[in-house]
């Protein structure tokens, strides 16, 4: 009883305190204050005509009060609300009509009620909204460690490939080969490739789950989109084929193309860094239920199913910890795609296939929402 009191006391003083809000935040909350009473009132005035306003007015002002109590910030809106209601209530949807008379039986309690009910669901929207704002800073946080620990591994490989590669170089000059020259160096622009592509995944990561990134979309042609990606694709890993599939008739996707074709590429270089015995690349879009789907299959040795269940949230093993070959870890590159396309108000997954290989698919809203 007494937590009770307490609580109730926090919220009492919580309706003194006013909530800083922005403009725009005040304009929203009043809107949906003014929009409910307004809705009340013309429901009422409808139960009205109808010979049935003095049972059923207060029931609907008070649904009324929970809806602004739901959807404003704090408990200023919803408690004015309560007041006006009950004023409303007994001055026009009660005899005598557009005449003040509390003495009729029952007006307290349904004050009361209002009142009650606007300072409860008030309480548990702020509790709630607070809930997730500490939630969303969390996972913000584990993200970012997580990035970190991924980088503190997977940059320290190729800088360490690139010093060894270029200090052979320098160091054997006149001694080395033409031919042995030109691989060390071919293999100090490789790292240095994987390393700018790994930065600019882990910017794009960093940068949409802080809100930096607006996700700017404007109609595609997925065909457009698909050879694109594969263009770049085959421009720095050449070393598997790639079949494509599109659709016959032209699909039109909203969307940022740039972060798309990076999705894309991200995930045929997968293939190429992951899939060991892989001999072809097969991207598949079509449509499927109003989402456009966009599948990257291959036919190798596919996904320990142990790691299906996280192999998107940037906390998959290091390769050469599995391994021992030193292959590097597609954690942050997969983090990055799926990043990207929940910004885009999609979704991704990942499976293997039957035949063998793997097939990572995500998919896109058709139509702006």
């Known amino acids: 009883m007494r937590y009770v ?47 049935d306003s003095e049972d059923a007015a207060p029931m609907v002002f008070v649904l009324a009060v929970l809806v602004i109590a739901r959807f404003t910030d704090g408990y200023f ?36 009620t209002m009142f009650t009910v606007s300072l409860v669901v008030g309480m548990l929207t702020d509790q709630t909204k607070r809930q997730s704002r500490v939630q969303a800073e969390a996972e913000k946080e584990k993200m970012k460690a997580n990035l970190l620990r991924s980088v503190s591994h997977d940059l320290r490989t190729p800088l360490t490939s690139i010093i060894g590669s270029s200090s052979a170089v320098l160091e054997n000059y006149d001694v080395l080969s033409d031919d042995v020259k030109k691989d060390l160096i071919g293999h100090v622009r490789e790292e240095a490739q994987w390393l700018v592509r790994m930065v600019e995944n882990i ?98 040795n596919g996904i320990d199913e142990a790691m299906l269940p996280r192999l998107f949230d940037g906390l998959f093993p290091h390769a050469n910890e599995m391994t021992g070959d030193g292959r590097r870890s597609l954690g942050i590159g997969l983090s990055a795609c799926k990043s990207i396309v929940r910004a885009h108000g999609g979704d991704m997954s990942a499976e293997n296939r039957p035949e063998g290989g793997a097939c990572v698919t995500f998919r896109l809203p058709m139509e702006e929402a």
């Open 203 to 300: 910017l794009s990561v960093t940068r949409i789950h802080d809100g930096a990134v607006r996700i700017k979309k404007t109609p595609e042609a997925v065909e457009e989109i698909a050879a694109e990606a594969v263009s770049k694709f085959r421009k720095s890993s050449s070393s598997l084929p790639v079949r494509v599939r599109v659709p016959s008739e032209l699909m039109m996707v909203p969307m940022d193309s740039t972060l798309i074709e990076q999705v894309l590429i991200n995930l045929m270089e997968n293939v190429v860094q992951h899939a060991g015995t892989a001999t072809e690349i097969e991207l598949r879009i079509g449509e499927q239920d109003g989402m456009a789907c966009f599948s990257v299959l291959d036919n190798g």
């Open 77 to 112: 809106y919803s408690l004015i609300a309560s007041i006006l209601s009950v004023f409303s209530v007994n001055y026009v949807f009660a005899y005598p009509y557009f005449a003040f008379n509390f003495t009729i039986t029952g007006y307290p309690f349904t004050f009361l």
């Open 5 to 51: 009191i307490k609580r109730i006391g926090a919220s009492c003083l919580r309706v003194l305190t006013p909530v800083k809000q922005t403009r725009k935040e005040i304009l929203h909350d009043v809107g949906i204050t003014a929009v409910s009473l307004i809705s009340a009132s013309v429901v009422c005035g409808l139960l009205n005509l109808m010979g």
